[in-house]
Structures are given as C-alpha cells and as structure tokens.
C-alpha cells in the first residue's frame, strides 16, 4: 500500500518529537531536575516510532523501559510521560512504579514490571482475549534481541503461533543486551530465524528506516487482524548511549558507536522527504519549533504537578476484598 | 483414605435446600455456575479441557463451554499466569490453574511481579481480576514434588488474595467470591481434601467473603489457628480434648492473605493461649506471621508462649512411607501441643 503525505509527515513529526524528547530528559535527569535514572534510545527511534504508527487506541503494545518512543506515538499524552519520570502525583502510576515504565489504558499501553520479555508475555495474553473477544485487535510486542533468550519469550511465541493470535512481535537488535554482545546472547546472525521454531515468519529489516519498519509492521499488522497469525520482525538498530544514564559504555568501541551515527535514522528519512518535496526547510523549522513547545509545556506540567503524599503508599495495592 | 470430619462453619446449608457433594465437586460446581453466570470468565490450564484435569476439577467444562473457555495450554506454567494477567487487562476473568504447587515456582514472575502488582504500578489504571486455582499439599503419597504446600511464599505479596478452603461450603463459597472481585486471587485447593471431604452446600447462589476467617469449634482454654487438612486434624485434636476437658476453639483462616486478624485476636483475647497448625516447614511459615502478629498486638492477652506445629525444617514432605508420616503433623501432635500450652 502506498504510504500517503499525511502518513509520512505524520512520522516525521514522530520521529523528531521522540528524538528531541528523550535527548532532553537526557539533559532534565544530568541536571537532576528528576531522580532514580533514565533510560534512552536514541539512535532506535526509527523502530519503535514506525511500528507504533498507525494502530488503533484499542491495540495494545507490551514495552520495556527503552520504548519511550513507542508509547509517545501510541498516543501517551507527553505530560504524563514526563510526569511519570518525575515520579508525581499526576503521573499516570501515582509515582509508584519506577522510570520509563509508562503506561496509559485509553491507548492500551500496558504499564509494565522490570522483569525483561514479560511485557511480551502479558501482549500475547491481551491478543488471547482478543482471538476469544471475537475483536480484531493487535498486540505489538517490543523486546531487544537480549530478551529473546528468555525463555518466557518463548513460551510467549510458542503459544502465539499455536493459536494464530494477533501478535506482532518487535525485536529491536541494537546488538548490546547491557553490556553483552549480540554474540554472546543469540547464536544466530538474524534473530528473525527464531520464528521458524514457532511456526510463523520472521522478518530481518534495517531498523533505521522509519519508512520501511512502518510499512513492514503495518503488513504484519494486516495479516493479524485477518486471523493469519503473528509475525516477528527483528529491526537491526543501535543503541547510542549507555543501558542507562550511569552506564558509560564503555564496553564498546567508539569506532563502532560512530559508524551507527552515521546512520542515523533522523536525518535520513528527513533528507527523504526533502527529496520527494514532502516537507521544505520552513516545514521543518515549524516542526521543530512545534515540538520544542510541546516539551516545554510537558516538563512544566511535571514540575508544577505536587509529589505524591506518603499516605498514598497503601493506595492500589488492593480493589475492595468485596 | 479415611473420611474425616466435616468442618462445622458457620452460616453452612441446613435443611432442605442443601446437597451433600464433595471439596472437588464442590469446586467443579463453583467453576460451573460462576462461568455461567458470566461469560467472560475462561480458565487455561494443562490437561484441562477434554480430559478434565488431572484430578478431574474440571470434568465436563469443556463439553460445557467449548475450547474457546477451556484451553488446553503447553507445559508453559509462566504463560498460563503471565498471558492470564493480558487476558485480564483485555477485559475477561481468567482461571490460569496451576497442576501442582511445585510447578508454581515457573510462574512466580507472572503471580508476584505482575498479577499482584499490576494496579499498584499502574496507579489503578489496570487491574487485575482473576483466579489462579493451584492443587495442593500432602497425605497422598506424592513425594517431595507433588506435595508441596508453598502458601507462605505468597502471603509476603501485598496486592494478591491467597486463599484456602477446608470444606466444600468454603471452597465453592471462597471461589465464587474469588470470580466477581477485582483483585488477583491465588486459589489454593487440597489434593488430600478432594474426594476425603464431603459436606453440604446449598443449591442455591451464595458466596463466602474473602479476607474472613471462621471460629468453627468454641472453646475456652486455648485457640487454634489454622486452614484445609491441618484445619481437619486440629479439629480431630480438639476432640479428643473435649474428652479430657479442654475445650479447644478452632479459627479456620480461609483466606492467608490479607487474613483475619481481629478473629484471631477476639478469640486468644478470651482463651489466652494460641497455637498455630499449619502446613509448611516450620521457619518463615504461616505460623511465623500468626505467631508474630499475636505476641505484637495480643500480648497482654497471653498466658503462655504463642506455640507452631508444623512439618519440621525439611525441604517438602519426602517419598518414602516412614519420612513421609514424619512430616505433617497428626491429631495425635497438635493434641499434645494444645495440652503443653495449656499447661504452661
């Protein structure tokens, strides 16, 4: 299908409002403006922002702490997400959980747990109900190639592709689980080859390719509502900053870190669309100063928005025992 | 196997509006009704669905409902719960039933981080309503991996409703009250009680509130804090004691988390002697939240040491016929604990 102006100005403003934001809670947590730490991915916004476009509020997308991207363009108001790393009393989880576990129920963004693959695991079980709901709702599942040695990942594919669910499953390889290498976690080159076992395809594309991940998760998305089953598609990207903002990173070579700069996913698809005529240099000046705006006024809601009151620790841990 | 005694509890059926089923049948009855009462219920499990579990809870509710309520799942223990935990989020009831309480160690992640956490970290956005049944305990020869009895694990996880049940009332009432809350509820069923305990349950719809405990034997001279078989032997014991004029009152707990504390506080208030029975090596057990809650907030009411009786420090109860008697405590046990406490 074509992919139409609408749609590709749609995920240039995407890809740059994930870029600019997560750059500047870079910045917001080396000031100390929130606490705990901070997790970015920049570098990955390609993958996460071209698979998140385009669904439904009532699909559902299981996260990790890297998908700030991902649940920015499932619809996740910017405020909340701000709110929710400064851990305030607005944010979405009361400031009970822990950074970059977003969450927000009106766009089916599950809030999840620290435990790696079982947002995967939870996805799959949402896209259960579905198949039982008679619903033609998907469930897009994030992990990086890391997670996929975990056997919960496992059981969550294997029952998936015994029971054709509406999954798509996203394998952000950005070649670094942590610290440790691809090679040490995944005895495979394409991490796509993994869907063989589970009856299903597998797809390796370049992650860095916003267009390209839109349309190959858009296909798999297709195929899924149509009750043929899930698709796993591995997006090969990188990581440019360390697991977490204490993380150095020095386990990597600079060498390597500059030839993935190289092939940045934000420029690239902006020097696209320039030359298709799609957007002009105003176009993107007005873009980026509505995106700067738009940060603005998060981090000012965030700020303005009271700490939570130590009465409310007891708050959510039960509903009425009836 | 020997019948033992049903357990009085109170507000149980009388007259005529009653049949006398089975703890199993009971359960099968409680899964029926509630699935018909409302349909977004589902249950998932391994060997479920035509063949009917392997204790056959679930005989005729796959006939019944069809596979699309009961489904056979792969030996997958951490995506029975953990995929149970997404149906839930999805709007529907699901019944993950875990096969034997040493499995459950594989779905851990899904009952403690995330059935039992999920509307606390979401600040109650998701919740999370559904019944984990789990089988149970030991007395039937299962050996050291088919005897576990790991409810003290779970009672240290604020969010999660563990409940157990001695009687048929109990389990069907306990159960159906499980279906239509809105918290995650870990549903622990005893093997030994399945087919050993037979009692009346009405025909009619009732429930039985989670979070409650119930004084089943008065008496005055001490109390005894317990729940499903341990619940059955302390009673023999308490028997046995009327005869030598000791009049035990027994507190079944129903429900381990969060429990009854003003039951068990009311009750060692008037016979100033508690002991605790319960089924689990004896360090870090149920007794050891009882035991400490009681000489925290009760201890002006006591009058002697709060006493554990409880399998000793092995890992679970072992296969061989001897060490396995060498475990669970009998009536014979709990009687000469209830009579030291008393005489201390």
């Known amino acids: 299908m074509a992919v139409s102006t ?3 100005k749609g995920l240039y403003y995407y890809l740059n409002l994930v870029r600019q934001t997560d750059e500047r809670c870079r910045r917001l947590f080396k000031q100390g403006r929130f606490h705990g730490t901070y997790f970015s991915a920049v570098g990955q916004e390609a993958t996460v922002v071209g698979s998140c476009y385009g669904l439904r509020a009532e699909d559902v997308i299981g996260i990790q702490h890297r998908e700030l991207g991902a649940v920015i363009t499932k619809g996740m108001p910017l405020k909340y997400v701000m709110a929710e790393l400064y851990a305030r009393k607005d944010s979405p989880d009361r400031g009970k959980s822990h950074p970059c576990h977003y969450g927000w129920k009106p766009m089916g963004i599950i809030t999840p ?5 079982a947002q995967t695991v939870i996805a799959t079980g949402c896209a259960l109900a579905f198949k039982i709901q008679r619903k033609d709702h998907v469930a897009v599942c994030f992990v990086g190639e890391g997670a996929t040695s975990n056997g919960v990942w496992h059981e969550a594919l294997n029952f998936a592709g015994v029971h054709r669910l509406a999954c798509v499953f996203v394998v952000q390889n950005n ?11 995944v005895p495979l080159d394409d991490v796509s080859e993994r869907a063989k076992a589970y009856g299903f395809p597998g797809l390796t594309i370049d992650g860095n390719d916003v267009l390209l991940a839109y349309e190959t998760t858009q296909e798999a998305v297709r195929r899924a509502r149509r009750g043929e089953g899930p698709t796993l598609i591995e997006m090969k990207t990188y990581r440019w900053y360390g697991h977490s903002e204490i993380d150095p990173a020095n386990y990597r070579t600079q060498e390597e870190v500059e030839y993935w700069k190289r092939r940045d996913p934000v420029p690239r698809f902006e020097r696209l669309l320039m030359e298709r005529g799609v957007i002009d240099e105003s176009y993107k ?6 995106i700067e705006r738009e940060i603005e006024e998060a981090i000012d809601f965030a700020e303005k928005s009271p700490h939570p009151e130590p009465h409310e620790i007891l708050e959510d841990v039960y509903a009425p025992l009836g | 196997m020997r019948t033992m005694e049903t357990a009085k509890t109170p507000g149980a059926a009388v007259g005529t509006d009653v049949k006398t089923v089975t703890y199993i049948e009971a359960i099968t009855d409680g899964l029926r009704e509630e699935m018909e009462r409302d349909e977004r219920i589902f249950l998932i499990g391994e060997d479920i669905a035509a063949y009917g579990g392997v204790f056959k809870a679930t005989k005729g509710l796959y006939e019944r409902f069809g596979p699309m309520r009961v489904i056979d ?12 935990v997404g149906a839930a989020i999805a709007g529907l009831i699901p019944s993950p039933e875990l096969q034997f309480d040493d499995f459950i160690s594989l779905a851990v992640d899904g009952i403690v981080e995330h059935a039992a956490k999920m509307r606390y970290r979401s600040g109650g956005m998701f919740t999370c309503p559904m019944v984990i049944r789990c089988c149970y305990g030991g007395a039937v020869g299962g050996g050291l991996f088919h005897s576990q009895a790991n409810q003290s694990w779970f009672m240290h996880c604020p969010g999660l409703v563990v409940v157990t049940p001695a009687t048929p009332y ?11 809350g809105q918290n995650p509820v870990l549903y622990y069923e005893h093997k030994r009680l399945y087919r050993t305990i037979k009692g009346a349950v009405p025909t009619h719809d009732y429930t039985v509130p989670l979070g409650k405990a119930a004084v089943v034997r008065e008496g005055r001279h001490a109390t005894v804090i317990s729940y499903a078989l341990m619940l059955h032997r302390s009673l023999e014991a308490a028997e046995k004691l009327a005869a030598e004029g000791i009049e035990v009152e027994v ?9 009854d504390k003003e039951t068990i506080l009311r009750s060692v208030e008037k016979t100033a002697r508690a002991v605790v029975v319960y089924e689990s090596s004896k360090t870090m057990g149920v007794g050891a939240e009882i035991g400490a809650m009681i000489a925290e907030e009760g201890f002006s009411f006591l009058d002697a040491p709060v006493r554990r009786v409880s399998p000793p420090d092995a890992p679970q109860e ?5 060490l396995a008697a060498a475990y669970l405590p009998d009536a014979a046990r709990i009687a000469q604990a209830i009579r030291e406490t008393v005489a201390y």
């Open chain 1, 113 to 117: 747990a620290s435990t790696i693959a």
């Open chain 2, 318 to 322: 072992p296969f061989a016929p001897v």
């Open chain 2, 73 to 84: 799942s792969p030996i997958s223990e951490n995506f029975l719960v953990q995929g149970a």
């Open chain 1, 175 to 185: 070649l670094w689980a942590e610290s440790v290498p691809a090679r040490l976690g």
């Open chain 2, 251 to 259: 507190i079944d707990l129903r429900t381990l988390l969060p429990y």
């Open chain 1, 6 to 8: 609408d749609e590709l």
């Open chain 2, 170 to 180: 109990d389990a069907k009432g306990l159960l159906k009250s499980a279906f239509r």
């Open chain 1, 285 to 290: 000046q007005a873009t980026l100063q509505r």
